[in-house]
């Protein structure tokens, strides 16, 4: 297989609905509809349980989540961390030990940044088959396809195990162990492996926990937080628009009673009669 790989399948995302023609009534368009949020605060559990204990979320705090948690869920969320290193965010809070001089462990606060699961790309690589586990900040602009190749990526792995799906393809590449085969991968060998099952966590809201509704779910918080101002530009956009429209016909019924005179005056010179 080389270097190459199968393409993604295209799905219906939500913030990215932009057809007009049988939407606008409905009001489901780019400029109405912005973010799917249930499915961001289950994608959010997903990560949580799933993603994080190998992907990391740099540069975000738990009040981040406020978009879509109330505070005492961040304050839960966040205390049901250890913080150890020395927080630069909030260092008030971090007190050495007075023996050691080392910094304790606390509980999380929700000004705190996401910990990470490992100090230094070093260790992740050595943790998973001498690959890092890549950062998940902008991972739906980081790679091509976006959120169709994330969908398509972490739900392609079950080729080959089960009766009712494809098998093998003949040019597959022998796999070492550890890996895994993934057509959607570059070369098709894959060092994660698959990471979602039917029902491996349960959804607050009662949704049943299938493999394409976490892969869903997790691609809608993955853009969420690669893009965290969308809704906010949607909502600009939308007064913007409202606003030059409004503008526009105020100006056009202004210069149409100030100006419509000399437009449209006709002058005559009648030469049979007398001017003065």
């Not at 998973?128 to 976006?146: F, H, T, V, W």
């Not at 530009?233 to 005179?261: C, E, F, N, P």
Request: aromatic content about 16%.
């Amino acid at each position: 297989m080389g270097g190459k790989k199968a393409h993604p399948i295209h799905h219906h995302w939500k913030w990215m609905d932009n057809n007009w023609t049988h939407k606008i009534v409905s009001g489901n368009t780019i400029l109405f509809a912005g973010y799917d949020w249930p499915a961001i605060r289950r994608g959010r559990q997903v990560y949580t349980e799933v993603f994080a204990p190998c992907h990391a979320i740099s540069m975000m705090t738990f009040q981040h989540f406020e978009a879509f948690m109330t505070k005492e869920e961040i304050k839960k969320l966040a205390a049901s961390y250890d913080i150890v290193e020395a927080d630069y965010w909030v260092p008030e809070h971090q007190v050495p030990d007075q023996g050691t001089g080392e910094y304790l462990a606390r509980a999380g606060l929700p000004t705190d940044l996401l910990p990470k699961p490992y100090p230094n790309t070093f260790a992740a690589a050595a943790s998973n088959n001498g690959k890092a586990p890549p950062d998940m900040r902008l991972i739906s602009y980081a790679l091509e396809g976006a959120s169709d190749y994330i969908f398509s990526l972490i739900t392609g792995y079950n080729w080959g195990t089960h009766e009712d799906y494809l098998g093998y393809p003949p040019w597959m590449p022998e796999l070492k162990p550890g890996l895994s085969f993934n057509p959607y991968y570059k070369g098709g060998v894959i060092a994660m492996p698959s990471p979602l099952s039917d029902g491996i966590l349960e959804y607050e809201d009662g949704t049943p926990a299938t493999v394409s509704q976490m892969a869903y779910d997790v691609c809608n918080f993955l853009q969420w937080e690669t893009e965290l101002e969308f809704d906010e530009k949607r909502a600009a956009l939308l007064k913007a628009m409202w606003s030059i429209g409004a503008l526009t016909v105020l100006i056009h019924h202004y210069s149409q009673k100030q100006y419509s005179w000399h437009i449209y005056k006709r002058i005559t010179y009648r030469y049979w009669k007398k001017t003065w």
